[in-house]
């Protein structure tokens, strides 16, 4: 009779570990945030991983650095290029929060003008102020008119933390959108829109996604996509065009600036925040 019992605890632990598994599975297979399903039991010993953010490397690959003294982030861009990239992000949230149905009855133009930064003195010229603001409608237009059109997103402007043991860091990663794939062995379709970009912030986001996907999902993304409004350029990748080793040896090399990134945490704790503008801002429709 015991050794019948003892068998039956170890098939119901057995069932139980299987059973987790496959929720957390179907959990992250429907786009939920990585690491949201259940909280961390707080006697799980589990390392004290540092946090790189895709925000701020892509502040530092722009061309900017982070002013620690401050808190404030020093990039170094044009403060017309933050506005518009911060507009662009909010006009797709606005768009792609809306069902299929609507969203074909709504011009992108009409919500992109809702959050278009006033003239002001960010741009050098009025003459600067409406080619961008043309170019910027125009190549919006153009994008969601062609791709799409019957989908919702299973992400769409969210922030994700997942834990990546072979670097000994968290990765956060903000998903300006992303959206389900039909191919087996693929996780999403992910879509980055920029102002513009450069070489270096391409490659960043490319292998930070790569990483990102192996992490959450244990398999790459079927595409990667990346819009140059401005430039009016895609860049597509296929999800498994570059080796996982060579993105975790990339991202290992960007994690150099972890160091940074907890002095520039601490600063903000200790300022008086009147320059902090926050994740929300910065990262959620800000540069990445």
Known sequence: ??????????????????????????????????????????????????????????????????NLSSGAQATGLPRWRQQVQYAVGHTLNDFYSLLPEVRRETPIQFLLERRWPPRGDAFPSLLQYWDIKTSIADELMRIVSTKHLEEIPVMLYEQWYVPVPELNLELSMITQLAWNSTQKGRSLNIQKFMVNGNEDTIAGFLHMTNVFCYAAYGEPAE??????????????????????????????????????????????SCSDRRNDRGEANVGGFGLM
């Not at 632990?13 to 299987?18: E, R, T």
């Not at 940074?260 to 903000?268: N, R």
């Open 1 to 66: 009779m015991n050794m019948d019992r003892t068998l039956l605890k170890k098939k119901l632990a057995v069932n139980l570990v299987v059973n987790l598994s496959k929720l957390v599975w179907w959990h992250h297979r429907m786009g939920g945030p990585a690491g949201s399903l259940m909280k961390k039991p707080m006697n799980l010993h589990t390392p004290p991983y540092k946090r790189l953010h895709d925000y701020r490397v892509e502040h530092i690959m722009l061309g900017g650095a982070e």
């Open 223 to 268: 595409t990667v996509e990346i819009y140059s409004l401005l430039e009016g350029r895609k860049y597509s990748y296929k999800g498994n065009a570059v080796p996982y080793k060579e993105s975790l040896d990339y991202v290992r090399l960007l994690s150099v600036f972890l160091d940074q990134e907890v002095h520039a945490d601490a600063s903000l």
